[in-house]
């Protein structure tokens, strides 16, 4: 097995690192900065040269940087990184010894993202692919389709003199909209950033990655009038703040691959759910497994026995590494 | 039909009921009448029988996603809802939907049929492929029921009132009873005229207050009149213009459930409104009728029909407390005793048989023996005292001060968590719904359902644990490692032929976690067991 499943996380004992390791290790190859796969703590991080920017916002200690396709040898094992799609930086990790090539997909998705380079497939024996949307109920409208009805839905509250809140992950979520967004000519009102976004947005920009014009952080407003046409990005945590108060009136949406799911959004108590994630949905976890031609596929985080189940039965050799539940995925809601 | 499913989406896209009602007014202000009938008729919760059943739905969409069937499951139980469930699988297609709603459910939805499983099936992904996702969503909770969009019939009524400026409580009566969603009914339903509702028309329920303090701080117990507080339905029962009109106290009209209860009434003069609570009864107990427990009543509720056998096996009866109208007039200002001496005579003079009998008062000289008789209110079935200021005035609503409702304490157990299933609606795909058990000898044995008492932290905990700690599955049940102690409160316990731990207990609920206690801390079924009542001659 040139990769394992261990308590720390995936390893690799030729090369003798972990991929995305849950708990500190000397050597880590960091497949992107989510919080649940670039943990604090591990001596030395290995990172595509991208995702530099945001994965030093979450760890520190050594990062060592490669470029998406370049090799490198890590005690004798030729390790590369390629995009996979899901967020700044993000890569897949190919590993080879002896002419056998395994991937470890990270997250990913084949959806096109202005602020990340597209997946690439990449040819391999054995496929470790992430399932956190491991059923064919998921499945994504398109991304163009979701920015038009979120455009849609703020006029709507701007002409009514509602603020318009939406909810979205910190880190690619939410640029990735600032940045759908920012190909409009003109938009229904003013956008606003909650404070722990502009971090974020600053790392885009200084890794060229061009998002709107600077959204104003919330605490400019000096007066809460100005929010009565205004889009305010926000990370999903505010909406039990009392941050939430100045915003009189207000219809809070939340993006993400979830709210496909009715009664999640019913749940979590909002207005409107607009469906767009970052992972890859039903259909396109089917077609990417079988572009990378691995004769054997190996599925974690989220549903992955179902999907495994699914590919015995069409004749892949399929198994699910799902005897420990993964950590929560930064897509995770309540 | 369209215009149905953009109001469906708009009911969908707020929680706040304030838009809905907004929503629902706006479709109801240009909504044809037919169907604008069938609108009020499915959100209210009834559900014609159609030909194609959730059967049909199942075994179309496995065919049209082409997934097998443990698959459909799988994905149903992450969805939590059979018709979106449907509505995500299936590929999503742009259609402009034709045909008006009451086309589509008259024309196709109940006309019957002689077709056989596989031509339903077939005529079902015809009608999908004519719809893009929210239509086949909708047009398949046609077929399912159970909205789940935060309608409820009170807000129905309200917005049905507001749109035709009707008095709320005249829209709420025209929607009780029978009727079928045609012309004629959604004519009579937004009539400006009201005539026709005034006979029905109900007062609003005066309710007791919890008394948190000693009896004695109310003072005097001679100025209070104290009556058992039963464990049924409160009811008015009506008879005006020789008519009745049986309304629970959610405002809903139950005439047609208590048939007895209606023949009874028949007796009483035009003009009489009387207050009580509708209780089942044994009627062996003789020369005095014996109140049962709540859980035969159940038996009686929330039926269309009633069938003559269960009337003969669950008979129920008022117990009167109060008269609202006595030959016409509104009495509810006058002194709770007069009222009382009113309402005696009354009955007694209508008395055939037990079927409308008066609550009687509870007699005692001082509240120390009042105490003692509260002490076997478990054993008489009842859930404690209705207190009330001889005095007073029937008011509206909840109102502290004249009358109180001093209960007896739940009864509490230790149990432990033995199996989890994941909810339905908003709670779709958690682990929210647990089985408890307790110890007979040294097994854990299956004592009591509870899906309420949690905050939405502790039952994300909890989620985390049972997927953590599963040992089998057995379709959407998980039975999890015997770890977590729960305190569970019931208000009755009984003794059971159905439950294998011989036991049932009445609206068990999670008091708190025992995050303090293990396993082997929990009850045994003996203990249990003691908590029986002991039958009182």
Redesign the interface.
């Known amino acids: 097995m040139l990769i394992q499943h261990t308590s720390r996380g995936l390893y690799c004992p030729a090369g003798d690192f972990y991929i995305d390791p849950w708990l500190p290790v000397p050597r880590a190859v960091i497949t992107h900065a989510h919080g649940d796969h670039a943990r604090f703590g591990c001596d030395s991080y290995l990172c595509a040269a991208p995702g530099v920017e945001p994965l030093s916002l979450r760890v520190e200690g050594i990062i060592q940087l490669i470029g998406y396709g370049e090799q490198i040898s890590i005690n004798g094992v030729r390790v590369s990184l390629h995009p996979a799609g899901h967020v700044l930086g993000s890569a897949q990790v190919r590993v080879e010894v002896k002419g056998e090539v395994w991937v470890v997909s990270g997250d990913y998705k084949r959806e096109p993202d202005p602020t990340c380079a597209p997946f690439e497939v990449v040819s391999c024996h054995t496929f470790i692919t992430e399932s956190t949307f491991g059923?064919?109920?998921?499945?994504w409208?398109a991304g163009e389709r979701v920015i038009t009805q979120i455009y849609e839905w703020w006029s709507e509250n701007a002409a009514a003199g509602r603020p318009s809140v939406l909810l979205s992950y910190v880190m690619g979520k939410s640029q990735r909209i600032l940045a759908m967004l920012g190909e409009y000519d003109e938009l229904p009102g003013p956008v606003y950033a909650h404070g722990a976004l502009q971090q974020m947005n600053e790392a885009y920009r200084r890794a060229g990655i061009a998002l709107m014009d600077a959204p104003n952080p919330v605490s400019v407003a000096n007066n809460t009038d100005v929010f009565t046409t205004a889009l305010v990005l926000a990370p999903p945590s505010a909406q039990s703040s009392s941050w939430l108060k100045r915003f009189k009136g207000c219809?809070v949406g939340r993006v993400s691959g979830w709210m496909?799911?009715?009664?999640?959004r019913?749940?979590l108590?909002?207005?409107?759910g607009f469906v767009m994630s970052d992972h890859a949905d039903w259909p396109a976890l089917l077609t990417t497994i079988s572009e990378t031609g691995a004769e054997r596929v190996i599925a974690t985080h989220g549903?992955g026995s179902?999907l495994t189940?699914?590919l015995v039965?069409q004749g892949v050799c399929a198994e699910a590494w799902t005897d420990k539940?993964w950590p929560e995925g930064e897509e995770q809601v309540? | 039909m369209k215009r149905f499913i953009q109001l469906y989406l708009e009911l969908d896209s707020t929680n706040k009921t304030s838009r809905k009602e907004t929503a629902l007014i706006s479709y109801f202000q240009d909504a044809p009448p037919r169907d604008a009938a069938w609108v009020v008729t499915y959100l209210i919760g009834k559900r014609p029988r159609t030909a194609i059943t959730a059967k049909h739905v199942r075994m179309a969409a496995i065919e049209a996603a082409s997934i097998p069937p443990w698959l459909f499951e799988e994905s149903y139980e992450a969805v939590g809802d059979l018709a979106e469930t449907v509505s995500l699988l299936l590929d999503d297609q742009d259609r402009t939907t034709s045909g008006t709603l009451s086309h589509w459910i008259e024309d196709r939805l109940i006309t019957r049929t002689t077709a056989d499983d596989q031509e339903k099936v077939t005529t079902l992904r015809g009608w999908w492929d004519e719809l893009d996702q929210s239509g086949r969503f909708v047009l398949t909770k046609l077929i399912t029921g159970g909205w789940r969009v935060g309608v409820s019939q009170r807000l129905i009524t309200r917005a049905l009132a507001q749109t035709f400026d009707l008095p709320v409580d005249i829209v709420a009566h025209r929607l009780m009873g029978r009727w079928q969603p045609d012309d004629g009914f959604y004519e009579r339903l937004t009539a400006s005229d009201t005539r026709d509702a005034e006979a029905g028309k109900p007062y609003p329920f005066f309710l007791a207050s919890p008394l948190e303090e000693d009896l004695a701080t109310l003072g005097d117990c001679r100025d209070w009149l104290v009556e058992w507080k039963w464990d049924g339905i409160r009811a008015q029962i009506i008879k005006r213009c020789d008519q009745v009109f049986i309304w629970s106290r959610g405002e809903e009209l139950v005439s047609e459930q208590f048939p007895e209860l209606v023949a009874a009434a028949g007796a009483l003069p035009n003009g009489t409104v009387l207050d009580g609570e509708i209780c089942a009864y044994s009627k062996e107990s003789s020369p005095h009728p014996k109140v049962l427990p709540f859980n035969e009543l159940q038996r009686r509720l929330g039926r269309k029909t009633v069938g003559k056998k269960l009337l003969g096996e669950v008979p129920v009866m008022l117990l009167a407390y109060d008269l609202l109208e006595h030959g016409g007039i509104d009495i509810r200002g006058t002194a709770c005793s007069d009222r009382r001496n009113l309402l005696a005579v009354l009955v007694r003079n209508i008395n055939q048989d037990d079927t409308i009998s008066i609550s009687a008062e509870v007699n005692g000289a001082s509240w120390d023996e009042f105490s003692t008789l509260h002490q076997s209110s478990r054993e008489r079935l009842v859930e404690g005292f209705v207190i009330k200021d001889r005095q007073s005035p029937y008011g509206v609503g909840r109102r502290r001060g004249s009358w109180w409702k001093f209960k007896v304490d739940p009864y509490t157990i230790d149990a432990v968590l033995l199996y989890a299933q994941r909810g339905h609606g908003r709670r779709a795909s958690l682990y929210t719904d647990y089985t408890f058990g307790v110890w007979q000898d040294d097994q854990l044995i299956t004592i009591a359902k509870a899906y309420s008492g949690l905050n939405d932290a502790e039952i994300r905990e909890v989620d985390r644990f049972v997927r953590q700690n599963t040992i089998e599955r057995f379709g959407p049940v998980r039975s999890v490692n015997p770890t977590l102690v729960m305190e569970l409160s019931f208000e009755a316990i009984q003794r059971s032929s159905r439950h294998k731990s011989g036991i049932a207990v009445r609206f068990p609920r999670i008091s708190r976690w025992r995050r303090d206690k293990k396993p082997p801390d929990a009850d045994t079924i003996e203990t249990i067991m003691a908590l029986l009542p002991s039958p009182k001659r």
């Open positions: 059923l064919p109920v998921y499945r409208p219809a496909r799911i009715r009664g999640r019913r749940r108590a909002l207005d409107k549903n179902a189940r699914f039965e539940e309540q």
